[in-house]
């Protein structure tokens, strides 16, 4: 399996804090990015462009640009999205979420906020961590190894 080789320190800085009042926010994303980045939406499964994508390289918060997972971590595990099992150390935060009647655990771009979905721990994937990081495809950019660009 070929390892990813964009140099994640080029992106951006994952420490970096990248807030921003909703009205710009408004002015770079698009009507459903900034439904599910801003106000924690979730795309209808099995319709996201990154669900069964399989290049090298790093995806990224579509919002700030900020490294989020590299694709080495991704699997699949047939839930309708995107799946990770582990993030770039300190990009992804975690916040326990008590909507719909359930707790489950959301995961956000630490640097801008922007929601991302949700993990979920112990549901027996042959991963290293025993996780999943359910994330929206329109949450996330991918950089590909030759500096292409794709937006989710």
């Not at 140099?7 to 420490?15: F, L």
């Not at 919002?63 to 300190?90: M, N, R």
Request: aromatic share 8%; glycine share 10%.
């Amino acid at each position: 399996m070929a390892t990813d080789t964009v140099p994640v320190e080029n992106i951006a800085d994952p420490s970096a804090k990248k807030q921003k009042p909703d009205s710009e926010w408004r002015a770079i994303l698009s009507p459903e990015q900034f439904r599910v980045l801003r106000q924690k939406g979730t795309e209808r499964a099995n319709t996201g462009r990154f669900e069964d994508h399989e290049e090298q390289g790093v995806y990224t918060c579509a919002a700030c640009d900020t490294p989020l997972y590299k694709s080495t971590t991704k699997f699949h595990s047939g839930c309708g999205w995107p799946a990770f099992y582990d993030a770039i150390p300190g990009a992804v935060s975690r916040h326990e979420d008590s909507s719909f009647g359930m707790t489950r655990i959301e995961i956000t771009c630490t640097a801008c906020g922007g929601h991302l979905g949700h993990v979920f721990k112990g549901e027996g994937f042959a991963t290293p961590t025993d996780e999943r990081h359910c994330v929206n495809s329109i949450s996330l950019s991918f950089h590909d190894n030759d500096g292409k660009i794709t937006s989710g």
